[in-house]
């Protein structure tokens, strides 16, 4: 089942995180997310299985904060 596609200030609400960790996640962890023009945008189960599975798992530093919006 598809869910709604989010943006990156979406993500952020939704896992409680930064920007800037959302797009290292996509680059670096593989978080799952779909190129639309220039956005990356995941979907609600997609992320929330990812999440669940162990991508989220790590020691990324959470409160950092970028330019990337």
Wanted: proline residues 6%; hydrophobic residues 35%; charged residues 25%.
């Amino acid at each position: 089942m598809a869910g709604p596609w989010l943006s990156a200030g979406d993500v952020t609400s939704h896992l409680g995180i930064t920007k800037d960790t959302v797009y290292t996640w996509i680059a670096d962890k593989g978080m799952p997310a779909h190129k639309i023009g220039r956005l990356w945008k995941p979907q609600v189960p997609e992320l929330d299985e990812w999440v669940r599975r162990k991508g989220a798992s790590g020691s990324d530093d959470l409160g950092s904060t970028g330019g990337r919006d």
